[in-house]
């Protein structure tokens, strides 16, 4: 997997469109399709591994594309990248994981077992913190947490850094000549994004607790 990791990296170059100009130019490349082919980068962005690559593209894409359009498809294209990463991970490196660690590792099987009974929680918050990761969909992968939970978690966590990754980028662009109007009328966004987080954090505290309780 390693392997296919590097040379995807290597072929697709994907530093490379890590700039407005480089961006820019492959958009207009392949206009009307030039939205698909920012999904397709971010895609394999987050399959590469590589560390605030993906992150960084959803910043150069909300110069290039606007803040909605980046924020409509820059969600849908981790979505697709970050859940093809985890049931990958989850139907090809799971099972052996299990066979090799069977009967040796019996508190691990433990806290695997209990991460997926709080799964939802766990990723949600997981998700909050670290975004992106490449880290994060590979590891909870080889845990119990249930796909549904995964995608639910992720759908929602992803949100909170998303938007004002696409918003900022598109508002310091120097070509917006609209700086104070957006960011008067993005102001109630980020708040609401921050209360959300916020909220979530706290259920997620609560549900840990009682977990500590029950257990």
Not at 51 to 59: F, G, N, T
Not at 64 to 86: D, E, I, K, R
Not at 113 to 141: K, M, S
Request: avoid cysteine; charge should be positive; glycine fraction near 6%.
């Amino acid at each position: 997997m390693l392997a296919v990791v590097v040379w995807a990296s290597w072929q697709l170059d994907l530093p490379r469109y890590v700039s407005v100009d480089g961006m820019r130019a492959l958009v207009d490349a392949h206009a009307p399709y030039g939205a698909l082919v920012f999904m397709g980068l971010l895609v394999a962005a987050i399959f590469t591994h590589v560390p605030m690559l993906a992150h960084l593209l959803i910043a150069v894409g909300g110069v290039v594309l606007g803040a909605p359009a980046a924020f409509a498809y820059g969600w849908l294209a981790s979505m697709v990248g970050t859940t093809s990463t985890f049931l990958l991970v989850r139907y090809v490196a799971r099972e052996p994981l299990e066979r090799a660690l069977a009967g040796r590792l019996a508190r691990l099987r433990s806290y695997d077992e209990r991460l997926a009974r709080n799964g939802f929680w766990t990723v949600l918050a997981l998700r909050i913190l670290f975004f992106l990761a490449p880290f994060l969909n590979w590891e909870i992968g080889l845990t119990g947490v249930r796909v549904r939970d995964y995608v639910a978690a992720t759908a929602l966590g992803l949100v909170p850094q998303l938007a004002p990754t696409v918003f900022f980028a598109d508002s310091l662009a120097p070509a917006s000549a609209a700086l104070p109007q957006k960011l008067l009328l993005g102001a109630p966004l980020i708040l609401a994004i921050l209360t959300i987080a916020t909220i979530t954090r706290r259920l997620l505290n609560r549900k840990t607790k009682a977990a500590e309780h029950t257990s």
